[in-house]
């Protein structure tokens, strides 16, 4: 299973909301991302449901810029 493959599968989060916005980051944006930046989104994948949501919602900044940065890139996939 390629890598892509496995963090398809850990974009299906159960919220309708989480999955439109990163599996359409994924299809879309994540291909062209420097390395650092998919290990970014990886490590963000693994971060708790509800933590996840309030960031990738607006209802939480993460403290860390470069995540900060990556959150923002998700959060524009469906609406650039």
Known sequence: MSEQARLRWRCRRGMRELDALLQAFLSDTYPTLPAVDKARFAALLELPDPE??????GRDV???PDV???VASVRSALHP
């Open 52 to 57: 996840l949501s309030a960031y990738l919602l």
């Open 62 to 64: 993460p403290p860390d």
């Open 68 to 70: 900060e940065r990556l």
